[in-house]
């Protein structure tokens, strides 16, 4: 279990610093207009919020330092 808390805390914390870099974003369908059978779509892309990045940052290095403390 302990390495797989290191191993777990090492890939959220790496998500974090993509985040907090610019490098993750997420793409968002909306429906603008309806007419009948007739409909309009946008395609929105959105950036993480930096707050998630450093959420993941943090919790990332808690399970780090949870594994490391574990005794085996």
Do not use: C, N, Y
Request: proline share 1%; net charge neutral; charged share 15%.
């Amino acid at each position: 279990m302990r390495i797989g808390l290191i191993i777990a805390g090492v890939i959220i914390a790496a998500l974090g610093i993509v985040a907090l870099s610019g490098g993750l974003h997420f793409k968002e369908d909306k429906e603008v207009l309806r007419i009948g059978d007739l409909s309009a779509k946008t395609e929105e892309t959105h950036g993480v919020p930096q707050w998630a990045g450093i959420a993941a940052l943090v919790i990332g290095a808690v399970l780090i330092g949870g594994g490391a403390m574990q005794k085996t």
